[in-house]
């Protein structure tokens, strides 16, 4: 079944992050594609004990990830992974990298234009433990007043947009944080997110951030491009947008 689930995801034209800032670049490397072949020093991080999915997985998110870093001018060498499996970018560079259906896609921006990158790629399914683990009590207000029909993609939606909040701000914390941590509400083009205070003392809880999700098909992709933050404190250039207000509630890396 699975096997014929990822051929027909391999069918669908796989659409990127819209409005991407012009400093920013994605790439996918498709199921339909040849198997790329990993660099010299990234086919060690390959355990020999590996089933084939996650190995081919592996190779197309590293062939994405160096696409996306030609287009930027930073594909300098192997990617290698650090302590929590977290890709290790080229100096000056930043990104994210996620894999699903067959695909690897990444999104990279040079480290000067934003606070931080994250990106994700979920294929629809039925997931029902994620109710248990990912919305907070106002996500699962909203997520409630949707249709049932609705209610099931919404979930994964969420699901993959706290997965790029967590890669995107990874790397600023150094540390790993739950769902919890990250509060999401649906706006017309994915999500708009704020974190809990103390987590990021450049993201306090006033502090919102963008979330891009686009579906095409069975593929729910999210992406995350942070604004940088100036030494002072002040936002001195744009990813995408920081979000409107949202009113404060009581209430993993490579994907």
Not at 31 to 56: F, I, N
Not at 163 to 186: D, N, Q, T
Not at 209 to 215: L, Q
């Amino acid at each position: 079944m699975t096997a014929l689930k990822n051929r027909a995801a391999a069918a669908v034209d796989l659409a990127p992050p819209p409005d991407l800032p012009t400093f920013a670049a994605f790439a996918v490397s498709r199921p339909s594609e040849p198997l790329p072949v990993v660099e010299s020093g990234e086919e060690d991080l390959l355990s020999s004990s590996m089933v084939p999915a996650r190995r081919e997985a592996f190779s197309r998110g590293r062939a994405a990830a160096h696409a996306a870093l030609r287009a930027i001018h930073f594909d300098r060498g192997p990617i290698l992974s650090g302590s929590g499996r977290e890709p290790l970018w080229p100096d000056g560079a930043t990104g994210a990298i996620s894999h699903a259906a067959g695909f690897g896609v990444a999104l990279v921006a040079p480290a000067e234009d934003t606070d931080g990158v994250g990106v994700d790629l979920e294929e629809l399914r039925n997931v029902p433990e994620l109710w248990d683990h990912v919305p907070r009590p106002e996500e699962r207000s909203w997520l409630g007043n949707l249709e049932a029909t609705e209610r099931e993609a919404a979930m994964l939606a969420l699901f993959s947009a706290k997965e790029s909040v967590f890669k995107a701000f990874f790397p600023r914390i150094g540390s790993y944080f739950g769902f919890e941590r990250a509060s999401l509400a649906p706006t017309a083009s994915g999500f708009v997110g704020r974190l809990a205070d103390g987590l990021d003392r450049d993201y306090p809880s006033h502090r919102t951030f963008a979330i891009t999700s686009v579906r095409s098909g069975d593929l729910v992709l999210t992406a995350v491009i942070l604004p940088k933050t100036a030494a002072s404190g002040e936002v001195s250039r744009s990813g995408y947008r920081d979000g409107p207000a949202l009113p404060t509630s009581e209430s993993e890396l490579e994907g």
